[in-house]
């Protein structure tokens, strides 16, 4: 990519990165940082290999996030994302050596970490001392980042808890109730979430693969961005449900109530759709190749 000869000249640039084109200036990739990586390719001191037919300088990295890197070069500005998508903006900062933005993204997170008070209130053996007793409730308790796998937390009630990053995988939560729960980023993987109570919960990013939902209650759930993959969601009742980007390849929805859903950009590659009651759900820009739709109620559901 860089090799030393003719000093690049002050002009427009154009890159692609990853395969995501993107246009900007010499003095915008060497001015706010001028010790980085992009700064040095373009300091004159190095030649930049350009395709012969386009222009472009080739980067071999993800394009996601390198728009980001543009704005904070323009404007010294972070963007508001969440925190997965800020750990992948890190690495690439780090990449680049742009050790303003590295800075400014490890202080955001942990600003976020303070005003949410992600410390858990409790312990997994203190949650395991208290499964012991009839009736245990942990409504609106913080048990943000614990690591509560395998566990039997079968009608616990988590209703308005904080719970973000939590980890439920292989749990028995059959008859849980988790209404109006702040649960963004969790892992629910290989979970048994029959007849479960997620009624306005906020699953934003929550990893449920192979979880078994049958007959749960999601109303006005938030599962916009969620990995279902070949989960079980067979009478499920997902009505006014947001599933916007949602991951439900190969997931079982026979018969579930998803009236009113958002669906668009989903992934429902193979999905079980049979006798869904599918009435004014959004489909735009949905992946539907090879889902099986026999018997669903489609009327008014928006493609």
């Given at each position: 990519?860089?090799?030393?000869?003719?000093?690049?000249?002050?002009?427009?640039?154009?890159?692609?990165?990853?395969?995501?084109?993107?246009?900007?200036?010499?003095?915008?990739?060497?001015?706010?940082?001028?010790?980085?990586?992009?700064?040095?390719?373009?300091?004159?001191?190095?030649?930049?290999?350009?395709?012969?037919?386009?222009?472009?300088?080739?980067?071999?990295?993800?394009?996601?996030?390198?728009r980001h890197?543009?704005?904070?070069?323009?404007?010294?500005?972070?963007?508001?994302?969440?925190?997965?998508?800020?750990?992948?903006?890190?690495?690439?900062?780090?990449?680049?050596?742009?050790?303003?933005?590295?800075?400014?993204?490890?202080?955001?997170?942990?600003?976020?970490?303070?005003?949410?008070?992600?410390?858990?209130?409790?312990t997994r053996?203190?949650?395991?001392?208290?499964?012991?007793?009839?009736?245990?409730?942990?409504?609106?308790?913080?048990?943000?980042?614990?690591?509560?796998?395998?566990?039997?937390?079968?009608?616990?009630?988590?209703?308005?808890?904080?719970?973000?990053?939590?980890?439920?995988?292989?749990?028995?939560?059959?008859?849980?109730?988790?209404?109006?729960?702040?649960?963004?980023?969790?892992i629910f993987?290989?979970?048994?979430?029959?007849?479960?109570?997620?009624?306005?919960?906020?699953?934003?990013?929550?990893?449920?693969?192979?979880?078994?939902?049958?007959?749960?209650?999601?109303?006005?759930?938030?599962?916009?961005?969620?990995?279902?993959?070949?989960?079980?969601?067979?009478?499920?009742?997902?009505?006014?449900?947001?599933?916007?980007?949602?991951?439900?390849?190969?997931?079982?929805?026979?018969?579930?109530?998803?009236?009113?859903?958002?669906?668009?950009?989903?992934?429902?590659?193979?999905?079980?759709?049979?006798?869904?009651?599918?009435?004014?759900?959004?489909?735009?820009?949905?992946?539907?190749?090879?889902?099986?739709?026999?018997?669903?109620?489609?009327?008014?559901?928006?493609?």
């Amino acid at each position: 990519m860089m090799g030393s000869g003719v000093p690049w000249p002050p002009s427009q640039v154009l890159l692609n990165v990853g395969g995501k084109k993107y246009a900007t200036t010499v003095d915008t990739l060497t001015q706010r940082e001028p010790e980085s990586m992009l700064a040095a390719m373009f300091s004159g001191r190095h030649t930049v290999s350009t395709d012969d037919e386009t222009g472009m300088i080739f980067i071999d990295r993800d394009g996601k996030h390198f728009r980001h890197i543009l704005n904070w070069l323009r404007d010294g500005v972070i963007p508001t994302l969440q925190d997965s998508e800020n750990q992948e903006l890190l690495r690439e900062a780090e990449y680049y050596q742009l050790l303003g933005l590295v800075d400014n993204i490890n202080t955001s997170l942990n600003k976020r970490k303070d005003n949410d008070g992600s410390v858990a209130e409790l312990t997994r053996t203190e949650i395991i001392k208290c499964i012991q007793s009839d009736r245990v409730r942990f409504r609106g308790v913080n048990l943000s980042g614990l690591d509560l796998s395998k566990l039997d937390l079968s009608f616990v009630d988590f209703s308005y808890a904080c719970i973000r990053k939590t980890n439920f995988s292989r749990a028995n939560l059959q008859k849980a109730k988790f209404g109006d729960a702040e649960a963004e980023d969790s892992i629910f993987q290989d979970a048994i979430l029959r007849e479960c109570e997620l009624i306005g919960a906020n699953l934003h990013g929550a990893l449920l693969d192979r979880a078994n939902l049958q007959s749960a209650n999601l109303q006005d759930a938030c599962l916009a961005g969620c990995s279902l993959y070949e989960a079980d969601l067979r009478s499920a009742h997902l009505q006014s449900a947001k599933l916007t980007g949602a991951n439900l390849k190969g997931a079982n929805l026979e018969g579930a109530n998803l009236k009113g859903a958002k669906l668009n950009g989903a992934n429902l590659q193979g999905a079980n759709l049979q006798r869904a009651y599918l009435r004014e759900v959004d489909l735009r820009d949905s992946k539907l190749d090879g889902a099986k739709l026999g018997g669903a109620n489609l009327l008014g559901a928006i493609r």
